[in-house]
């Protein structure tokens, strides 16, 4: 019996990329991950868009102008932190929300295709990130921070058991297969 007769009569289960009680749940985070991504594009034409001074004139007007009589300490600073920041700047931001789309997107891409490289790229883009991201909810706290270091572990560590599980299955199925 030739390798490929003899993996083609293991059980479906036994050769699937991931189990199937993970698949729903590496769906959910494919799915957060290329929301991450549609929003980093937006965030990237917006700064593109901020680069000419014109437009940035324009935002920093229409703030000053802006009638919110429950926020108006919040306008007031972003109108403050806009002209701190400066509209060539914008071009950086632009760039660096482009690269972070771009894995955002390879992360999101690959776990929707099941491919098991994508659990282990996901792992390691996601965990390099969690220092950074304890660091700023530590030295100015806010609960949106807190929520997206928790929910950043707890992506890493559900990745980590489901790539295991995976490598673990393809192990038995090349063990049952000789």
Known sequence: MSDIESIAALPAAAHAKAPPSHRAGLRVIAIYEVIKTLC????????FHLDREQNFRQ??????????????G????MVSM????????FVAVG?????YAVLFGIEGVGLLMGKYWAEWFTVIATAS???????????RFGWLKLAALLGNVAIVVY?????L???EARRLARGAGH
């Not at 980093?40 to 700064?47: E, P």
């Not at 919040?74 to 600073?77: C, D, F, G, K, P």
């Not at 806009?82 to 700047?89: A, D, K, N, V, Y």
């Open 82 to 89: 806009l002209q701190e920041f400066g509209p060539s700047r």
């Open 95 to 99: 760039v660096v929300a482009l690269g």
């Open 59 to 72: 935002l920093v007007h229409w703030l000053e102008h802006l009638s919110l009589s429950d926020s108006n």
């Open 129 to 139: 990130l969690i220092p950074i991201e304890l660091y700023e909810t530590l030295h």
């Open 74 to 77: 919040l306008r007031w600073r």
């Open 159 to 163: 990745l980590v058991r489901v790539a």
């Open 165 to 167: 599980q995976t490598r």
């Open 40 to 47: 980093l594009v937006l965030v990237a034409v917006a700064a």
